[in-house]
């Protein structure tokens, strides 16, 4: 099955998801493997966790910069959790036409439960 989205519309429609999505990680205090799924992508993490006690996000992102080991260096981010002020998690979207299917994708797995759909951006 194919999926077309205009770019104005996945914009929009990510926007929306990532808000709901949020919403529920407050209310359950776990993430979804979507909601993981987005933040991994958005900031090429390493690993996402959820922090019930401090209400956290923690992305572990690779220091690409540091070359003074062998072994990868990752940087811990943390973000506060809350229905509103999400500034870190919208500043995040990325706007270029793999990103927007990459979203697209997720759009359809949330909003048409179509795991493997293509998605053609016009």
């Known amino acids: 099955m194919t999926t077309y989205f205009n770019k104005s519309e996945i914009e929009n429609s990510?926007?929306?998801?990532?808000?709901?999505?949020?919403?529920?990680?407050?209310?359950?205090?776990?993430?979804?493997?979507?909601?993981?799924?987005l933040i991994k992508y958005n900031f090429s993490a390493k690993y996402v966790s959820f922090d019930t006690s401090k209400k956290l996000i923690e992305i572990g992102v690779e220091d690409t910069?540091?070359?003074?080991?062998?072994?990868?260096?990752?940087?811990?981010?943390?973000?506060?959790?809350?229905?509103s002020k999400n500034k870190w998690l919208d500043n995040s979207f990325k706007n270029k036409m793999n990103d927007l299917v990459f979203y697209g994708r997720l759009i359809n797995r949330k909003k048409y439960s179509h795991r493997n759909a293509e998605v053609?951006?016009?």
């Open 14 to 37: 990510i926007k929306d998801l990532a808000t709901i999505q949020l919403k529920e990680c407050v209310e359950c205090e776990k993430l979804s493997e979507d909601f993981i799924d």
């Open 120 to 122: 053609v951006v016009m």
């Open 65 to 83: 910069e540091g070359k003074t080991s062998h072994y990868p260096v990752i940087n811990v981010l943390s973000y506060p959790v809350s229905e």
